[in-house]
């Protein structure tokens, strides 16, 4: 059973940090994509970063480039996005995916995950003092 598990968030003041985690199981991340999406109440969902585990590319959104890195342990079948300088408009919750592919370029900022993706039910992370 393919299952994505994430973890990590929390309530954190601006200029904080976290380390989110996607624990994925059921396969192996070995030829695929991952992609961390969030979605802020009345805002659009927003793709911001994905790692390719095919080719070791990586991608930010302009919005976190330089504040969060995203890196992939494929002995755990994990993804990391360690977030810095986190600040209130942060705030979302976090989840990972995958289309399957091993693409990982600017296309996240165009896609919703539809109903042929994997994901998981993620993490919720509130930045505020």
């Known amino acids: 059973q393919v299952q994505f598990v994430e973890s990590g968030g929390g309530l954190v003041q601006p200029g904080g940090s976290l380390r989110l985690s996607c624990a994925a199981s059921?396969?192996?991340?070995?030829?695929?994509?991952i992609v961390w999406f969030r979605r802020a109440p009345e805002k659009e969902r927003e793709g911001i970063s994905c790692?390719?585990?095919?080719?070791?590319?990586?991608y930010y959104v302009d919005s976190v480039k330089g504040r969060f890195t995203i890196s992939g342990d494929n002995a755990k079948n994990t993804v990391y996005l360690q977030m810095r300088n986190l600040k209130p408009e942060d705030t979302a919750l976090y989840y990972c995916?995958?289309?399957?592919?091993?693409?990982?370029?600017?296309?996240?900022?165009?896609?919703?995950?539809?109903?042929?993706w994997g994901r998981g039910q993620g993490t919720q992370v509130t930045v505020s003092s």
């Open positions: 059921g396969f192996t991340l070995d030829n695929y994509n």
């Open positions: 790692i390719s585990f095919s080719d070791g590319t990586t």
């Open positions: 995916a995958t289309d399957w592919s091993g693409r990982c370029d600017n296309y996240i900022s165009t896609k919703t995950p539809g109903t042929s």
